[in-house]
């Protein structure tokens, strides 16, 4: 029986009473954190070219496009708020599968929970709940990590949770659900490329996979029928994507007992994982040893080999990153920009601020180098980080970070999340009255509670 079979029974099944509290609580705070992604992705480049598209198309008025006071067909919300909620990479990550976990699943499911209507807090916490475990498991299960084989987990698992999470609000059931999965499959692509090349279609490939789920289950719904052996079969996911190097045991086991969601990381930076153990790290010695960038002769920073690849590789063009995307892919950039500003947001990352001389004459000063030490110890996930600081007066300095604030093991509270909303609303492109601040953070707080769901979408 191919393994697509009792996640899909999972997530039929399981109801929002069969979700253990901590990991209620944990999708909340996913949620509020997506959306403090998406409206702070409002503004970002690219984003505005594809809202437009989308209501330049027209259609049916479904679903909302959050912040642009706009519906359009669902599967357009769906593709507009994903890519948003990537734009400026300060969405959650599951760091045991280097996935980006909520980006997609959340704009999916508040997308069709408008084009259905009347769906309840309850259902719509158990449908991401359930969406967020199912991606997380097919990522963890993968043996190579994708910053090694080039496979992107997150623009290829997401097909398969986005399709859940459409398929469970719905109300799908098993055979359609699995058809769903199979259409999903149909769709399932994704590599790094575009992360290594610094482009926006990175984000962008987010908001497809929410498109994608949405387009599995809505066709599965009417009738279309799609392969069933879609993991394990002889052309299936993990033999054609992954070369067969998985883990099935990963994949099923405790489903139903275990939810990853409880093991995301959120984000204090925006800009890639694999570069904040190492902002934390040169930030700490800068307090410490109240380090100034002038004092800086050279840099030098440890990783593993994954994270090496994706933020340090080539190091020349890391140095001197040409885009936004770039630079939030940059360990020398944004190491650099904590260095001289003592903090690493928005303002960071604009056309102007990446030329910064100041930032990038430091980022010259920064190398890279693969620790063998990481690269045994923690070769699976988003790297720690040994940040290794010589000083014009020859002193020495060090720092490992292995548990960055907003990890599974220093998790950020529901307050911080609430703290990190507040902020990036001041970057949305159409400003957000404060009265309405404080309601949607009070609603998701108590979602459960709510009679449907899109009234938090009214006040965006």
């Known amino acids: 029986m191919d393994a697509i079979v009792p996640l899909a029974k999972h997530l039929i099944q399981r109801n929002f009473a069969d979700i253990p509290?901590?990991?209620?609580q944990a999708t909340k705070k996913g949620i509020l954190d997506t959306l403090a992604g998406i409206l702070a992705g409002s503004s970002a480049l690219g984003c505005a070219e594809i809202v437009r598209q989308a209501i330049d198309w027209g259609g049916r008025e479904e679903s909302t496009i959050i912040n642009y006071r706009q519906k359009v067909p669902v599967f357009l919300a769906a593709l507009a708020n994903g890519t948003m909620a990537r734009a400026v990479d300060f969405d959650d990550v599951f760091e045991s599968g280097t996935l980006h976990a909520s980006a997609s699943i959340v704009p999916t499911a508040f997308a069709v929970a408008e084009m259905k209507g009347g769906i309840d807090g309850r259902q719509f916490l158990n449908a991401v709940a359930l969406g967020i475990d199912m991606i997380c498991r097919?990522?963890?299960?993968?043996?190579?990590?994708?910053g090694v084989s080039g496979m992107n987990a997150t623009f290829q698992c997401a097909y398969f949770g986005c399709a859940g999470v459409a398929g469970k609000?719905?109300?799908?059931?098993?055979?359609?659900?699995?058809?769903?999965?199979?259409?999903a499959y149909s769709q399932t692509s994704g590599n790094s490329q575009n992360l290594v090349e610094g482009t926006l279609a990175t984000r962008f490939c987010q908001g497809l996979a929410a498109q994608g789920g949405v387009y599995s289950a809505i066709f599965s719904h009417k009738g279309i029928t799609a392969a069933k052996e879609v993991l394990e079969g002889e052309f299936g996911y993990y033999p054609v994507y992954q070369g067969g190097e998985y883990d099935r045991k990963k994949l099923l086991d405790s489903l139903g007992e275990d939810f990853e969601g409880v093991n995301l990381t959120t984000k204090r930076y925006p800009c890639c994982m694999h570069t904040h153990a190492a902002i934390e790290g040169v930030l700490e010695i800068a307090r410490e040893f109240h380090l100034e960038s002038t004092d800086v002769e050279k840099i030098i920073v440890k990783v593993n080999q994954q994270g090496f690849n994706f933020v340090c590789s080539p190091l020349e063009k890391k140095r001197t990153p040409r885009t936004i995307p770039e630079a939030q892919f940059s360990l020398p950039y944004v190491v650099a920009t904590a260095l001289v500003k003592g903090r690493?947001?928005?303002?960071?990352?604009?056309?102007?601020?990446?030329?910064?001389?100041?930032?990038?004459?430091?980022a010259s000063k920064i190398d890279c180098i693969v620790d063998s030490g990481l690269e045994k110890t923690a070769v699976e996930g988003v790297t720690p980080a040994v940040v290794e600081v010589t000083t014009k007066r020859g002193e020495r300095l060090s720092k490992q970070v292995n548990d960055r604030r907003g990890s599974p093991k220093n998790p950020m509270d529901m307050d911080e999340i609430a703290d990190k909303f507040r902020r990036c609303t001041n970057f949305?492109?159409?400003?957000?009255p404060e009265q309405n601040i404080?309601?949607?953070?009070?609603?998701?707080?108590?979602?459960?509670a709510l009679d449907d769901v899109t009234q938090i979408l009214k006040l965006l």
């Open 428 to 432: 949305a492109r159409q400003p957000v």
């Open 169 to 183: 609000i719905m109300g799908l059931d098993e055979e359609k659900m699995i058809h769903a999965m199979g259409l």
């Open 438 to 448: 404080e309601k949607v953070i009070a609603l998701v707080k108590k979602m459960e």
């Open 344 to 362: 690493v947001f928005f303002e960071d990352f604009t056309s102007e601020e990446i030329k910064n001389p100041y930032v990038l004459r430091i």
């Open 138 to 146: 097919m990522a963890r299960a993968n043996k190579i990590p994708p």
């Open 21 to 24: 509290a901590e990991v209620i």
